[in-house]
């Protein structure tokens, strides 16, 4: 499958997302080390700081995104998305509905859309998204989540039920199990702890 928003992705189809408590580096610091390895499209996300302060990382790791070509999606808020002029917003099943922020952000953002089940994964594929995430796979330390892990049979599911749609794996992906995640079905996978494992 190619889309867009896959067009984005290295060869090894990964999605990085940034963590300060992971990786022990700002948002800005993260996107300038994917940079130096190849990757274009990062994901912000930050559940610690308030929003002034994550709005003035966002900020910063906005500039760096811009001097190396990054696109940059901004998880769960809408508003920082906005205001920093972000390329996309990730949603959760309990953010802003999906209709509202493709209206506040126009067509031409990356939308994409948290699931953790088959039926949600169902669900989502009729909303005006680009991409689904599904997980946890796997038990993550990344997150808490009191979401059951998915497994890859009901990833390949997924993959069955919405064929339409690229399919994001995320949650205890790591270099050992990443190709079998990749051929139970999905068409990237999301990573945060496993990039500052080495």
Known sequence: ????????????????????????????????????????????????????????????????????????????????????????????QEDLPIEAARRLLGNKVIIGFSTHNLAQAKRAALLDIDYLAIGPIFPTTSKDSSNAAVGLTQLSAVRQAVPGIPVVAIGGVNGENRTAILGAGADAVAVISDLWAH
């Open 1 to 92: 499958m190619t889309s867009p928003f896959l067009d984005l992705l290295d060869p090894t189809r990964t999605y990085p997302i940034t963590d300060t408590l992971v990786s022990g580096r700002s948002h800005a610091e993260q996107v300038a080390e994917f940079a130096k390895r190849g990757l274009a499209l990062v994901q912000l996300r930050e559940k610690n700081l308030p929003s002034g302060e994550f709005y003035r990382e966002a900020e910063k790791a906005m500039l760096v995104a811009r001097r190396h070509g990054i696109k940059i999606i901004i998880n769960d808020r809408v508003d920082i998305a906005l205001a920093v002029n972000a390329d996309g917003v990730h949603l959760g």
